[in-house]
């Protein structure tokens, strides 16, 4: 069987029910009629049963949804349904019925009105019970579905933590002996080499946010921890061009205390650092960070050389990953947008915190 024969199967499958028990429910209430009443014409029985069949779809399907939104309307379709029911009943079982096997009934308006509003509101009930039903079942099935989309969404982001640990672990060579070896050679730089040293304690303090952030059972971090990230890298860039390079950062003060997912601005502003110009006063690097009511704002520009330096496709592969951790952690919370404005590169992100 295909999935489209499987699926089809399974779309019909509540109208075969349905059928099956208007029929159980048609057979029932003829052969009571039967036992009870001989003389009845089956004409007149079953064209009255297709009426509160379509009744009781219309008031199952229609009608009642609106109790969710206008109680009054409700009960204002009700009773035009009643009256519209009462109308086809008639019109069946007299001028038809008398037309069809040539008689004359005769027309009681009582009985008729007790008999045909004892079918009408027998059938409401049931609808309304249907109704009740189809609904509470939609809800569960609404919570279900919120509950594994919740579930999919924590497996995630275990799945998106536990493969940055594995890629930080399989990019170190024992970070421990890495740290002492860093420290013997700032401690033997530091009279030789200030700026050396510098440079060693700099790397030391990046390498060990990086662990740390990434081994840490909190997924947030306070963004005066990302800053303080951010200025190491900086320092470490004009070490490496003596002081020679063109960075503005800015930031609110008010926002140190925003918790952010570690990590995640620093390839973007490598990048700037990896493809832009760096060594023109007039064409800086700007990184900005500003907030505004409940959202985040990150802003970082680089201006294009015109001989543009060869795209690494690793880069490629750190932005799509930083885009992918946004949207598991913050999903419709966030904006981004990259683009090309003249000589400029500007790739920003917008944060609802």
């Not at 990184?287 to 050389?305: A, D, G, Q």
């Not at 690494?312 to 913050?330: A, C, H, Q, V």
Request: charged share 20%; aromatic share 16%.
């Amino acid at each position: 069987m295909s999935i489209d024969e499987f699926l089809m199967k399974k779309q019909f499958e509540p109208i075969k029910v349905q059928l099956i028990l208007w029929t159980l429910y048609f057979l029932l209430k003829l052969v009571l009629l039967y036992i009870l009443e001989s003389d009845f014409y089956f004409v007149d029985f079953f064209l009255s049963h297709v009426l509160l069949a379509l009744v009781f779809y219309i008031n199952s399907a229609h009608v009642l949804n609106y109790c969710k939104v206008n109680l009054f309307k409700t009960v204002y379709l009700s009773i035009a349904c009643l009256a519209l029911y009462l109308i086809m009943r008639y019109l069946i079982k007299i001028p038809f019925i008398n037309f069809l096997y040539g008689i004359k009934q005769g027309f009681q308006l009582k009985l008729f009105l007790i008999e045909s509003g004892y079918l009408y509101f027998q059938l409401y009930l049931v609808s309304f019970g249907y109704w009740t039903i189809k609904r509470s079942a939609g809800i569960l099935q609404k919570v279900e579905k919120e509950k594994s989309e919740i579930l999919i969404e924590k497996q995630s982001k275990e799945i998106l933590t536990a493969r940055m640990e594995l890629d930080f672990l399989k990019a170190q060579i024992n970070p421990h002996f890495l740290y002492n070896t860093l420290s013997f050679l700032y401690g033997k730089s530091v009279n030789n080499s200030p700026e050396l040293a510098e440079a060693i304690y700099l790397l030391s303090n990046i390498m060990r946010y990086s662990l740390s952030t990434t081994e840490g059972e909190n997924h947030y971090v306070r963004l005066s921890k990302e800053l303080e990230h951010i200025e190491n890298l900086i320092k470490i860039y004009k070490i490496r061009f003596n002081n020679q390079i063109h960075v503005k950062l800015s930031y609110d003060p008010l926002l140190k205390n925003v918790e952010v997912i570690p990590l995640i601005f620093i390839t973007v502003i490598e990048n700037a650092f990896k493809y832009g110009i760096l060594h023109d006063p007039n064409k800086p690097i700007a990184i900005s960070f500003k907030i505004e009511e409940n959202y985040l704002y990150f802003t970082c520009i680089n201006h294009v050389p015109v001989t543009p330096r060869k795209y690494n496709e690793s880069s490629g592969i750190g932005l799509k990953n930083t885009i992918r951790r946004l949207t598991i952690y913050y999903k419709d919370r966030f904006e981004h947008k990259n683009y090309v404005d003249g000589d400029r590169y500007i790739f920003e992100v917008l944060l609802r915190i």
